[in-house]
């Protein structure tokens, strides 16, 4: 998309009403695509969306030599790996800057090749988003990496060996880097401080299926017996916890009511939970959750985001835009990304009362505070809101502004739209059928 086609009139005021439906976790799909390459057989993946990282990743892996096609049912992949082979490097830099898991590549390919390479990566400018630990990580596998200037040349000189690994921070990303590498590793692997949360489960859930000896303790230690060999897999992906918090916070936020089929509540049990303190209702039943705003005022909160089971920080943004409509001062301490405040300055020029700062407002220990990272935010409302020029500037904070721009009066001009399809699928028509007025210029 380009120029107009990527302008969203949104003509505000109107509550979201009806009925959207999620389908397979954005940070859980391309990740289970990629343990594909690790099998010695076909792998199915069911409920897979249509969105932008599930592509990138599959031309990625077709590159590679995996064949992917559709399945018996909608939203069904089929990756056949029978046939891995090098990539040309030009080909795989013209997927530079796409996403951020062509870094999870590594450990694949390192097995099924012996050596791989891993263009820049994309991703959300949410903070400096380093990759220090997965590089370390590798290393600790035996594998060597070498950073030139189109990406970083990785080779394993020898089968990689399981290591005893400690990681300093939980990190999602480089806790998927060890699973990925580890179940094919010689040995035994001991990860501990990992990330625990639901999309890596369900990746050990698929790492499981094709045969791989993953085992995990209350202590965020995870341990791995490498095999020979692994088969394929079928897989049902989890539901998108995060698409279908921000449905939630926009039915909120515009003083509606949606039902999100497809959401699951054992993921969601902590922002269930903040949803009603802030005054949300909520209904849960075999198929999905629906979310409303019950009628009267909404209570201003205090919110640390945190990794799970904590308070997930990519429910931040949306959820921010209801707060600006709750009664009192909001607190909101941002733990996981040092910059994903930046959003809340064009919710300002709405009319929203948002006040940043460096220091930590809340009670956890938290790597920014003495860092001058503007990481807090007091949220002052109720503040009635009106259609603003907005260009968005990160996948949560573009829908964050499409749900403010939902609520407030007046028209507002979105630019920037299609970075949305990265990770909500269709949105373009969910918006018209929740009864959401937008057009295109
Ligand atoms: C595709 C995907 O699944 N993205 C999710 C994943 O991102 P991602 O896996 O990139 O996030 P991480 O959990 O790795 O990052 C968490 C923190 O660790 C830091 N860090 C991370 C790696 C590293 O090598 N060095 C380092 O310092 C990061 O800068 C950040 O401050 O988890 C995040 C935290 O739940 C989510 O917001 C993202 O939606
Ligand atoms: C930060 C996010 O994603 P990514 O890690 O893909 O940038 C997100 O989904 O909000």
Known sequence: MTGTDDVLLVHGGTPLEGEI????????????????????????????????????????????????????EPGELVLDPSHVESANVADIDAHAGSSRIPILFCGPLLHRLGHAFIPGLGGCDIGGRPVNFHFDVLREFGATIEKRADG?????????????????????????????TAVL???????????????????????????????????????????????????????DRLEAASWASAALATE????????????????????????????????????????????????????????????????????????????????????????????????AHIQ???????????????????????VSGPTKLQGSDLVIPDLRGGFSYLIAALAAQGTSRVHGIDLINRGYENFMEKLPALGARVDTP
């Open 152 to 180: 970083q040349y990785l080779e394993a000189p020898q089968r990689l060996r399981g290591c005893k690994i400690e990681l300093p921070y939980p990190s999602v990303g480089s806790t998927e880097q060890v699973l990925l």
């Open 356 to 378: 940043l700062y460096r220091e930590c407002l809340g009670g956890m220990p938290c790597r920014f505070g003495q860092r001058n990272f503007l990481h807090s935010a007091v």
């Open 256 to 351: 509606g009511s949606v039902y999100v089929r497809g959401a699951s509540q054992r993921e969601m049990v902590t922002f269930l939970n903040t949803y009603r303190k802030v005054g949300g209702a909520f209904e849960v039943d075999d198929d999905g959750i629906r979310f409303w705003h019950p009628g009267g005022a909404l209570d201003a909160i205090a919110l640390e985001t945190d990794v799970h089971p904590g308070f997930q920080t990519d429910w931040q943004q949306p959820l921010v835009v209801a707060l600006t409509q709750a009664s009192g001062l909001s607190i909101v301490h941002e733990t996981v990304y040092e910059s994903r405040l930046g959003f809340t300055s064009a919710l300002n020029q709405m009319g």
């Open 185 to 239: 590793a010689e040995g035994v692997t001991e990860l501990s401080n990992a990330a625990v949360e639901p999309e890596i489960e369900d990746l050990i859930c698929v790492l499981q299926k094709m045969g791989a000896i993953i085992s995990m303790d209350t202590d965020r230690t995870i341990r791995v017996t490498g095999v020979d060999k692994l088969g394929g897999y079928n897989h049902r992906a989890l539901p």
């Open 21 to 72: 439906r999620v389908r397979g976790a954005k940070n859980l799909v391309p990740k289970a695509m990629v343990a594909a390459l690790l099998g010695s057989e076909p792998s199915r993946l069911r409920n897979v969306p249509e969105i932008r990282d599930v592509r990138v990743v599959r031309g990625l892996l077709e590159l590679h030599g995996v064949t992917v096609r559709g399945g018996e």
